[in-house]
Protein backbone atom coordinates (compact mmCIF):
# COMPACT_ATOMS: atom_id res chain seq x y z
CA UNK A 1 0.00 0.00 0.00
CA UNK A 2 2.78 2.41 0.63
CA UNK A 3 4.45 2.02 -2.52
CA UNK A 4 1.10 2.28 -4.37
CA UNK A 5 0.70 5.94 -2.20
CA UNK A 6 3.74 6.52 -3.20
CA UNK A 7 3.07 6.58 -7.23
CA UNK A 8 0.15 8.44 -6.28
CA UNK A 9 2.02 11.11 -4.62
CA UNK A 10 4.28 11.20 -7.61
CA UNK A 11 1.98 10.88 -10.63
CA UNK A 12 0.83 14.35 -9.00
CA UNK A 13 4.46 15.99 -10.74
CA UNK A 14 3.84 14.66 -14.09
CA UNK A 15 0.41 16.24 -14.79
CA UNK A 16 0.74 19.25 -12.26
CA UNK A 17 3.54 22.16 -13.18
CA UNK A 18 2.33 23.86 -9.63
CA UNK A 19 3.73 20.82 -7.89
CA UNK A 20 7.37 21.18 -6.04
CA UNK A 21 8.03 18.49 -3.64
CA UNK A 22 6.57 15.31 -2.34
CA UNK A 23 6.00 16.84 0.83
CA UNK A 24 3.83 19.80 -0.56
CA UNK A 25 2.22 17.00 -2.08
CA UNK A 26 1.59 15.08 0.82
CA UNK A 27 0.23 18.00 2.41
CA UNK A 28 -1.70 20.16 0.54
CA UNK A 29 -3.38 18.09 -2.35
CA UNK A 30 -6.75 17.02 -0.88
CA UNK A 31 -6.64 14.53 -3.83
CA UNK A 32 -3.88 12.76 -2.55
CA UNK A 33 -5.28 12.82 1.22
CA UNK A 34 -8.96 11.54 -0.59
CA UNK A 35 -6.92 8.65 -2.27
CA UNK A 36 -4.56 7.51 1.01
CA UNK A 37 -8.31 7.73 2.91
CA UNK A 38 -9.89 5.46 -0.01
CA UNK A 39 -7.17 3.13 0.18
CA UNK A 40 -7.14 2.18 4.01
CA UNK A 41 -11.34 2.19 3.53
CA UNK A 42 -11.13 -0.18 0.62
CA UNK A 43 -8.26 -2.19 2.62
CA UNK A 44 -10.90 -2.80 5.45
CA UNK A 45 -13.83 -3.28 3.17
CA UNK A 46 -12.54 -6.16 0.82
CA UNK A 47 -11.58 -7.76 4.40
CA UNK A 48 -15.59 -7.49 5.02
CA UNK A 49 -15.38 -4.68 7.52
CA UNK A 50 -17.38 -2.76 5.89
CA UNK A 51 -18.79 -0.67 8.48
CA UNK A 52 -15.51 0.54 9.90
CA UNK A 53 -14.24 0.96 5.99
CA UNK A 54 -17.86 2.89 5.37
CA UNK A 55 -17.16 5.23 8.54
CA UNK A 56 -13.45 5.86 7.40
CA UNK A 57 -14.82 7.10 3.75
CA UNK A 58 -16.71 9.46 5.05
CA UNK A 59 -14.03 11.36 7.32
CA UNK A 60 -12.61 11.44 4.14
CA UNK A 61 -15.22 13.20 2.62
CA UNK A 62 -15.87 15.64 5.55
CA UNK A 63 -11.88 16.29 5.48
CA UNK A 64 -11.57 16.85 1.74
CA UNK A 65 -15.01 17.12 -0.10
CA UNK A 66 -14.40 14.37 -2.64
CA UNK A 67 -16.84 11.26 -1.67
CA UNK A 68 -14.77 8.07 -2.98
CA UNK A 69 -17.28 4.47 -1.67
CA UNK A 70 -14.50 1.97 -0.63
CA UNK A 71 -15.80 -0.58 -2.33
CA UNK A 72 -15.00 1.09 -5.80
CA UNK A 73 -11.80 -0.41 -7.80
CA UNK A 74 -9.05 2.59 -8.43
CA UNK A 75 -5.88 2.01 -10.40
CA UNK A 76 -2.89 2.85 -10.11
CA UNK A 77 -1.47 6.77 -10.20
CA UNK A 78 -4.97 8.43 -10.02
CA UNK A 79 -4.50 12.12 -9.65
CA UNK A 80 -7.40 13.90 -8.36
CA UNK A 81 -6.82 17.74 -9.36
CA UNK A 82 -8.43 20.37 -7.01
CA UNK A 83 -11.07 17.50 -6.45
CA UNK A 84 -14.03 19.58 -4.45
CA UNK A 85 -16.81 17.50 -5.14
CA UNK A 86 -15.37 14.41 -7.23
CA UNK A 87 -18.27 11.23 -6.00
CA UNK A 88 -17.32 8.06 -6.99
CA UNK A 89 -19.87 5.57 -6.56
CA UNK A 90 -19.61 1.86 -5.30
CA UNK A 91 -19.19 0.02 -8.19
CA UNK A 92 -17.06 2.31 -10.52
CA UNK A 93 -13.51 1.12 -11.75
CA UNK A 94 -10.90 3.38 -12.58
CA UNK A 95 -8.08 2.29 -14.62
CA UNK A 96 -4.50 3.43 -14.05
CA UNK A 97 -2.95 7.13 -15.13
CA UNK A 98 -6.43 8.78 -14.92
CA UNK A 99 -6.83 12.18 -14.43
CA UNK A 100 -9.95 12.87 -12.67
CA UNK A 101 -10.99 17.11 -12.15
CA UNK A 102 -13.21 19.01 -9.28
CA UNK A 103 -17.06 18.54 -9.36
CA UNK A 104 -16.91 15.05 -11.40
CA UNK A 105 -19.66 12.46 -10.58
CA UNK A 106 -19.02 8.32 -11.26
CA UNK A 107 -22.91 8.11 -10.75
CA UNK A 108 -25.56 5.48 -10.36
CA UNK A 109 -28.82 4.81 -12.54
CA UNK A 110 -30.47 1.96 -11.05
CA UNK A 111 -30.98 0.96 -7.65
CA UNK A 112 -30.48 -2.78 -8.23
CA UNK A 113 -27.62 -4.48 -6.33
CA UNK A 114 -25.13 -4.51 -9.10
CA UNK A 115 -22.92 -3.28 -11.05
CA UNK A 116 -24.18 0.31 -12.09
CA UNK A 117 -21.64 2.45 -12.18
CA UNK A 118 -18.92 3.35 -15.08
CA UNK A 119 -15.70 1.49 -15.97
CA UNK A 120 -12.95 3.91 -16.57
CA UNK A 121 -10.16 2.85 -18.83
CA UNK A 122 -6.67 3.72 -18.27
CA UNK A 123 -5.00 7.11 -19.21
CA UNK A 124 -8.67 8.84 -19.23
CA UNK A 125 -8.46 12.56 -19.09
CA UNK A 126 -12.41 13.94 -16.91
CA UNK A 127 -12.85 17.62 -17.05
CA UNK A 128 -13.88 19.43 -14.72
CA UNK A 129 -18.12 18.88 -14.08
CA UNK A 130 -18.42 15.96 -15.84
CA UNK A 131 -21.25 13.60 -15.36
CA UNK A 132 -20.98 9.83 -16.22
CA UNK A 133 -23.77 8.26 -15.42
CA UNK A 134 -24.74 4.69 -15.17
CA UNK A 135 -22.24 0.95 -16.24
CA UNK A 136 -21.30 2.46 -19.21
CA UNK A 137 -17.27 1.96 -20.65
CA UNK A 138 -14.90 4.73 -20.87
CA UNK A 139 -11.96 3.26 -23.25
CA UNK A 140 -8.51 3.77 -22.72
CA UNK A 141 -7.23 7.54 -23.23
CA UNK A 142 -10.79 9.05 -23.76
CA UNK A 143 -11.19 12.67 -22.99
CA UNK A 144 -14.68 13.71 -21.36
CA UNK A 145 -15.14 17.89 -21.87
CA UNK A 146 -15.92 19.68 -18.86
CA UNK A 147 -19.21 19.68 -18.31
CA UNK A 148 -20.35 16.55 -19.95
CA UNK A 149 -22.94 14.41 -19.67
CA UNK A 150 -21.79 10.87 -20.94
CA UNK A 151 -24.86 8.13 -20.33
CA UNK A 152 -23.72 5.86 -23.06
CA UNK A 153 -20.29 4.24 -23.70
CA UNK A 154 -17.17 5.88 -24.92
CA UNK A 155 -14.12 4.48 -27.71
CA UNK A 156 -10.88 4.24 -26.71
CA UNK A 157 -8.68 7.45 -27.80
CA UNK A 158 -12.09 9.73 -28.64
CA UNK A 159 -12.95 12.96 -27.20
CA UNK A 160 -16.65 13.69 -26.31
CA UNK A 161 -18.27 17.22 -25.26
CA UNK A 162 -21.53 17.94 -24.62
CA UNK A 163 -25.17 17.22 -23.15
CA UNK A 164 -25.56 14.87 -23.67
CA UNK A 165 -22.09 14.05 -25.01
CA UNK A 166 -21.19 13.14 -28.34
CA UNK A 167 -17.88 12.98 -30.23
CA UNK A 168 -16.16 15.21 -31.50
CA UNK A 169 -15.14 14.50 -35.37
CA UNK A 170 -12.03 16.57 -35.65
CA UNK A 171 -10.54 15.74 -32.44
CA UNK A 172 -7.32 14.48 -32.71
CA UNK A 173 -6.58 11.16 -31.44
CA UNK A 174 -4.58 11.73 -27.93
CA UNK A 175 -2.03 8.93 -28.10
CA UNK A 176 -0.94 11.04 -31.39
CA UNK A 177 -0.23 14.45 -30.25
CA UNK A 178 3.14 15.23 -28.52
CA UNK A 179 0.81 16.89 -25.87
CA UNK A 180 -0.80 13.67 -24.91
CA UNK A 181 0.29 13.37 -21.40
CA UNK A 182 -1.84 16.16 -20.76
CA UNK A 183 -4.57 17.81 -21.76
CA UNK A 184 -6.68 20.28 -19.20
CA UNK A 185 -10.33 19.41 -18.49
CA UNK A 186 -10.22 16.94 -20.88
CA UNK A 187 -11.22 19.14 -23.98
CA UNK A 188 -10.82 18.60 -27.36
CA UNK A 189 -7.83 20.54 -28.63
CA UNK A 190 -9.69 23.24 -30.63
CA UNK A 191 -11.91 24.47 -27.64
CA UNK A 192 -14.75 25.46 -30.18
CA UNK A 193 -14.64 21.75 -31.57
CA UNK A 194 -18.53 21.41 -30.80
CA UNK A 195 -20.13 18.33 -33.17
CA UNK A 196 -23.93 20.26 -32.95
CA UNK A 197 -22.17 23.70 -33.41
CA UNK A 198 -20.27 22.41 -36.15
CA UNK A 199 -23.22 21.05 -37.98
CA UNK A 200 -24.75 24.17 -37.37
CA UNK A 201 -22.31 26.03 -39.00
CA UNK A 202 -22.58 24.01 -42.36
CA UNK A 203 -25.82 24.37 -42.40
CA UNK A 204 -25.87 28.05 -42.00
CA UNK A 205 -23.24 28.11 -44.89
CA UNK A 206 -25.46 26.09 -47.11
CA UNK A 207 -29.07 27.91 -46.22
CA UNK A 208 -26.55 31.27 -47.13
CA UNK A 209 -25.67 29.78 -50.60
CA UNK A 210 -29.39 28.72 -51.19
CA UNK A 211 -30.35 31.62 -51.00
CA UNK A 212 -27.76 33.56 -53.13
CA UNK A 213 -28.41 30.78 -55.67
CA UNK A 214 -32.09 31.57 -55.52
CA UNK A 215 -31.32 35.56 -55.89
CA UNK A 216 -29.30 34.71 -58.86
CA UNK A 217 -32.20 32.23 -60.17
CA UNK A 218 -34.92 35.13 -59.49
CA UNK A 219 -32.92 38.17 -61.09
CA UNK A 220 -32.40 35.96 -64.55
CA UNK A 221 -35.81 35.23 -64.53
CA UNK A 222 -37.07 39.01 -63.97
CA UNK A 223 -34.37 39.71 -67.24
CA UNK A 224 -36.02 37.41 -69.02
CA UNK A 225 -39.26 38.24 -68.24
CA UNK A 226 -38.34 42.06 -69.01
CA UNK A 227 -36.46 40.74 -72.46
CA UNK A 228 -39.57 38.89 -73.40
CA UNK A 229 -42.23 42.03 -72.72
CA UNK A 230 -39.88 44.22 -75.05
CA UNK A 231 -39.97 41.51 -77.50
CA UNK A 232 -43.63 41.08 -77.09
CA UNK A 233 -44.41 45.01 -77.14
CA UNK A 234 -42.29 45.38 -80.29
Excluded at 7 to 35: Q, W
Excluded at 138 to 144: E, L
Excluded at 198 to 222: C, G, H, P, T, Y
Aim: hydrophobic residues 40%; neutral net charge; proline residues 4%.
Amino acid sequence: MFKTIMNDIDSVFARDPAARTRFEVLLCYPGVHALIIYRFSNFLWRRHLKLIGRFISYIGRFITGIEIHPGATIGQRLFIDHGMGVVIGETSTIGNDVTIYHDVTLGGTSLAASLRHPQIGNGVIIGAGAQLLGPIKIGNNARIGSNAVVVKDVASETTVVGVPARVVPEAPIPSKVKEKSFDAYGGAKDAESDPVADMIKKMQSEMEFLNARINKLESENSELLNSATKWEAK
